[in-house]
């Protein structure tokens, strides 16, 4: 029974790892919460600034997952990479 649990938790983790992450589901979701929440009139300057706080996708990745909490939005873990995979194909580029 024990080994069965460990095989069931080592398989999830694989399948977790597989999620290929849909931008145009990431671009629905920044659209409807974070331009929003920015409250800039030109939000693509917001990440495209030259003294920008994202220098790398770990750090895109984290700084949504901070909004995320932040907000209380409760999104899934997979919404979240969806929104930093349309951030990161529409202005960062890494």
Request: overall charge negative; glycine content about 4%; proline content about 2%.
């Amino acid at each position: 029974m024990r080994l069965l649990l460990i095989a069931a938790i080592v398989s999830s983790q694989a399948f977790a790892e597989d999620y290929k992450p849909d931008a145009e589901n990431g671009a629905f979701l920044h659209g409807d919460h974070c331009v929003d929440c920015h409250m800039v009139d030109n939000h693509e300057a917001l990440y495209t600034r030259e003294n920008r706080v994202v220098n790398e996708r770990i750090r895109l990745n984290g700084q949504v997952s901070a909004c995320v909490q932040v907000l209380n939005l409760g999104w899934f873990p997979d919404e979240e990479k969806d929104v930093s995979e349309f951030l990161n194909q529409e202005y960062y580029k890494f």
